[in-house]
């Protein structure tokens, strides 16, 4: 049978427009992580055993509508493309989200309080997915070399991190100082409505200037329950996806703590945190050029594996900080490690979603990393009983009720149980292997005719060097 004619290749997508999208759905998502335990629990009483019920079931949720989103993105056949539709539907949706998630009323208690509390964080949850589900999927399809993906990625984190300079370090300065008080929600509200209009502008921006490339949108849609099954048969899939997820959960823990590490265990008022996360995100920003220099030189799987081993040495270094001083010298390794696994740990992802369409002819990259938006999910899961564990071990249940020592409770969530997960994490990544770069010639997505059987080419598998 004859092919149809394929569509002729647009112009290609400068690197920073498509970059720049990090930057807009990178606000909304970490004011919310960085802040609901402050505002909810610190400041409205809500209690860390309800707020752990909430983050186990809102993450089981997420982890079945995840799957769902990404395929429908790539089931998506419209003239404006794949994954344009979602973007632009996905903005406005986050954005009004957030605004009611810090926007509960202050007579709210008890069940009222919990039940807004958790429609709002998984509808805001659900968009972020459906945005970054789409977002993420553009990376591999733009750029199909690891030299280009590895510049558009170190771009798009260096955004990612100028958004977190805005939406976790000067966030509590905005909040508790400029628009409202330590104790009240007003600033919550003005500065949710400020971070939605931004992200929101500039979500469209890139989106109505991203190309997508016609020749991924083949003629065959891909299947669900197929499509579900041959990706958790991928050995791949569950090796870098559990050994990612060990970073992933220690940063959503660091995130979510941080303020109230400044609170308690240093002793400060939570203000401070902007010199302390600035540091940090600033000292990121720097290295993200560093590491992408290391990336061309050494390879994504061996500077992933640096970044790791990096990483958990600084939680421990953070542990022993008493002070901001101290804590915004252990706080430079913090960010000198996670700047390597954001120079990385997607193009690692990205190696795993080539070898999947050279096997099956199909492009279905947005259920791909929804199935890997999973490990993420785990996030919730983890928080919400890292949480719940300090009510148990050291009384602290609320602002209300902090226990004998709530300082040493958030130097254990954000410290401890960080180090533990990544040191699991950096021994992991010794034994990951991925596939090895495309050739350029491979780059090109073609109409599939007949998917070859069989699991991926153990030899085309980059291995530990």
């Known amino acids: 049978m004859s092919q149809p004619p394929m569509a002729s290749a647009p112009g290609r997508t400068p690197a920073w427009r498509y970059a720049i999208g990090m930057f807009g759905t990178s606000i909304p998502i970490n004011m919310i992580k960085g802040s609901m335990i402050l505002f909810y629990v610190d400041i409205l009483g809500l209690d860390v055993r309800a707020y ?16 769902l989103l990404g395929h429908l993105s790539d089931r998506t056949r419209s003239r404006f493309g794949r994954r344009r539709p979602w973007l632009l539907v996905g903005a406005p949706m986050l954005a009004a989200c957030m605004i009611a998630f810090f926007s509960a009323p202050t007579s709210l208690e008890g069940i009222g309080l919990l039940i807004w509390f958790a429609v709002f964080a998984i509808l805001c949850e659900a968009f972020d997915s459906m945005l970054n589900a789409n977002y993420g999927a553009l990376l591999p399809e733009l750029y199909p070399q690891e030299r280009d993906r590895a510049v558009a990625n170190g771009l798009r984190q260096g955004f990612q991190l100028v958004a977190l300079v805005i939406s976790l370090a000067v966030t509590p300065l905005l909040t508790t100082n400029v628009f409202g008080t330590e104790e009240s929600t007003q600033g919550f509200q003005i500065t949710a ?30 299947r669900l329950l197929p499509s579900v099954w041959s990706i958790v048969r991928n050995r791949m899939f569950w090796t870098v996806g559990l050994t990612g997820a060990c970073y992933g959960v220690a940063m959503a823990l660091v995130l979510s703590g941080i303020q109230l590490y400044v609170r308690y265990s240093l002793g400060l008022p939570v203000g401070n945190a902007l010199y302390l996360q600035g540091i940090v995100i600033l000292v990121s920003a720097g290295g993200l050029v560093v590491w992408t220099r290391v990336v061309a030189r050494r390879g994504a799987l061996w500077t992933w594996r640096l970044a790791f081993a990096i990483l958990a040495a600084s939680f421990a270094a953070l542990f022993f900080a008493t002070d901001l001083l101290t804590a915004i010298a252990a706080g430079v390794l913090v960010g000198a490690g996670w700047s390597g696994m954001l120079a990385t740990n997607d193009l690692i992802v990205a190696r795993v979603l080539d070898a999947d369409a050279a096997r099956n002819g199909e492009h279905r990259e947005g259920l791909f990393l929804s199935a890997f938006g999973f490990f993420g999910r785990l996030n919730g899961i983890v928080t919400g009983l890292a949480l719940t564990s300090l009510g148990v071990f050291f009384g602290y249940n609320s602002g209300d009720d902090p226990g004998a020592d709530p300082g040493l409770a958030f130097r254990v969530y954000l410290c401890v149980y960080p180090f533990v997960l990544t040191t699991i994490g950096a021994i992991a990544a010794r034994l990951v292997s991925v596939p090895i770069e495309s050739p350029p010639e491979a780059a090109e997505p073609v109409e599939p005719v007949e998917p070859p059987p069989g699991p991926v080419d153990e030899s085309a598998v980059e291995r530990p060097r």
């Open 193 to 222: 409505i400020i971070y939605g209009a931004i992200a929101l502008v500039v979500i469209v921006f890139m989106a109505l200037g991203v190309r997508e490339s016609p020749r991924y949108s083949t003629r065959e849609r891909p």
């Open 52 to 67: 752990g019920v909430v983050m186990v079931i809102y993450a089981i949720i997420d982890a079945i509508d995840n799957p």
